[in-house]
């Protein structure tokens, strides 16, 4: 079964830091473009960061220089590194997975296929 | 930065249909996406490349996309269709938009 569990949330104060753990079941994370999505209490959606099956890396401007995305392909899993914690990065943090096909010259994008159940981040003094 | 505007929400009576705009500057030569998120639940992806459904996705689902604008439209609402939806447009990163309420009345 395909599947995403994140783990790693919890209660940190501001400035602090925090791992952000997401565990894949049924497909390879380093073949795939995985993302980290996440949601404030009551709020929309909002895309955080993008590690792409070649190694590119890609940030919003809410988080660049503070948050870093990598993977551990031994253990099939991909990470969140968040340092320098604000109020405003309370949330549910999602993983969830980029369905492309490239080729050498053009990406097909399928959508977000496989998304975890979210893990909560809650930054407060 | 790039924005992608939808109506904070929509009603609509059983039965009949929704619909529910994305606005973007050249959303058209994006890919578009839609998602579905129920209350507690993670998004799921409804609509891939403007207008194609994943499969177990309802035929009642569908999208269109015509230069700043993508649609969704759910024809012949049910009460399990109440939901927030949210756009994407995914240009080698990805943006969301700011997401629509469906009340079914």
């Known amino acids: 079964e395909v599947q995403l569990v994140e783990s790693g949330g919890g209660l940190v104060q501001p400035g602090g830091s925090l791992r952000l753990s997401c565990a894949a079941s049924g497909f390879t994370v380093s073949s795939n473009y995985m993302n980290w999505v996440r949601q404030a209490p009551g709020k929309g959606l909002e895309w955080v960061s993008l590690?792409?099956?070649?190694?590119?890396?890609y940030y919003a401007d809410s988080v660049k220089g503070r948050f870093t995305i990598s993977r551990d392909n031994s253990k099939n899993t991909l990470y969140l590194q968040m340092n320098s914690l604000r109020a405003e990065d309370t949330a549910l943090y999602y993983c969830?997975?980029?369905?492309?096909?490239?080729?050498?010259?053009?990406?097909?994008?399928?959508?977000?296929?496989?998304w975890g159940q979210g893990t909560t981040v809650t930054v407060s003094s | 930065s790039y924005d992608l505007t939808q109506p904070p929400s929509v009603s609509v009576s059983p039965g009949q249909t929704a619909s529910i705009t994305c606005s973007g500057d050249k959303l058209g030569d994006k890919y578009a996406c839609w998602y579905q998120q129920k209350p507690g639940q993670s998004p799921v992806l409804l609509i891939y490349q403007g207008n194609k459904r994943p499969p177990g996705i309802p035929e009642r689902f569908s999208g269109s996309t015509s230069g700043n604008t993508a649609t969704l439209t759910i024809s012949g609402t049910q009460a399990m269709d109440e939901a927030d939806y949210y756009c994407?447009?995914?240009?080698?990163?990805?943006?969301f938009g700011t997401g629509t309420k469906v009340t079914v009345l």
């Open positions: 969830a997975k980029d369905f492309i096909v490239a080729t050498n010259s053009h990406y097909y994008y399928y959508g977000m296929d496989v």
């Open positions: 590690l792409y099956s070649g190694g590119s890396t």
């Open positions: 994407q447009a995914w240009d080698r990163s990805t943006v």
